[in-house]
């Protein structure tokens, strides 16, 4: 076995990228569970996105009542999905908006 000093680049875990990875992984278990719209909520939450929150939180509602997802109501889910992921390129950076993507929104 290796010195574990030999591993070691000064880098730590921090608190928060601990946090990251477990939004990361709650975002990709709902899109595994085909729950998008949730997902888009989960997105919200972690970024403070109260405005965005509202308008998932009411897409899903509607969606819950009809029972799927109507052709109006996904562009309206895409408009403002790509309104937020653009909010998340300003603020947090294009690399975090891919990582986000990449999920598969």
């Known amino acids: 076995m290796k010195n574990l000093e030999e591993k070691n680049t000064g880098r730590k875990v921090t608190k928060e990228v601990v ?3 477990r939004f990361l992984k709650e975002v990709r278990d709902l899109t595994n569970e085909n729950a998008h ?3 888009r909520i989960a997105i919200a ?3 403070g996105y109260v405005r965005f929150h509202n308008i998932f939180t009411k897409i899903q509602e509607i969606q819950d009542i009809e029972g ?3 052709e109006g109501l996904g562009l309206l889910r895409t408009e403002k999905t790509n ?3 653009s909010a998340i390129s300003v603020e ?3 690399y975090i ?3 986000i993507c990449e ?3």
Do not use: K, R
């Open 103 to 105: 999920i598969g929104l």
């Open 19 to 21: 946090e990251f990875v």
């Open 97 to 99: 908006h891919d990582i």
């Open 92 to 94: 947090y950076g294009v």
């Open 83 to 85: 309104e937020m992921m």
């Open 68 to 70: 799927n997802l109507s």
């Open 45 to 47: 939450d972690y970024f």
């Open 37 to 39: 719209t949730e997902a």
